[in-house]
């Protein structure tokens, strides 16, 4: 809303530069005018595409676990976990009930037997790493990490009997302990 007011606000300001004649004023706020019509216009179309244009965070395909890329990336930049490379899929909960944040499960798909072995023995601090992509040890559980959210249209239930219909593999449900 606020940006359609600022274009609104920069198209006013083109109209009155034009209106007021070719003296220095008229021509600043035209150009200013322009600026903003350019800028304001360029982010409104920005926001209005993320709304209209939205992706979903996950995909399960016959092939494998499918993150699309974010709008306006075309869907060619979208990456693949193919399920020969799936080794399991692992639940965790970060955050704390009463915070402003709360609670958030994740659904982290593991590449590796030793991100397994870690999600299985891990104490919680060391589970969180899993959905962090700047830690080193567990950067490449991080790329196929998704945050669960509750407008999403299946629950992790439902997304986790998808998976294992696609591709028999392990699931780890550390949301708990």
């Not at 109209?15 to 350019?38: E, I, R, Y």
């Amino acid at each position: 809303m606020a940006l359609l007011i600022l274009v609104l606000a920069s198209a006013g300001f083109v109209v009155s530069g034009l209106l007021s004649g070719s003296g220095t004023a008229g021509v600043v706020f035209a150009v200013l005018g322009a600026l903003g019509l350019a800028l304001f216009g360029a982010g409104l179309l920005g926001s209005a595409g993320r709304l209209l244009g939205r992706r979903p965070a996950l995909e399960l395909t016959g092939e494998g676990v499918v993150r699309p890329a974010r709008w306006p990336m075309p869907r060619r930049a979208d990456r693949m976990l193919p399920w020969s490379r799936v080794v399991a899929m692992t639940a965790v909960r970060r955050g704390m009930q009463g915070t402003r944040r709360g609670v958030q499960d994740y659904l982290v798909f593991l590449p590796s037997d030793e991100l397994v072995e870690m999600a299985r023995t891990a104490e919680r601090p060391r589970l969180i790493a899993l959905t962090l992509p700047d830690v080193p040890a567990t950067r490449e559980a991080a790329d196929w990490c998704f945050a669960v959210e509750p407008d999403w249209d299946a629950s992790l239930k439902e997304i986790v009997v998808q998976a294992r219909r696609r591709h028999e593999i392990p699931v780890i449900d550390r949301r708990k302990k």
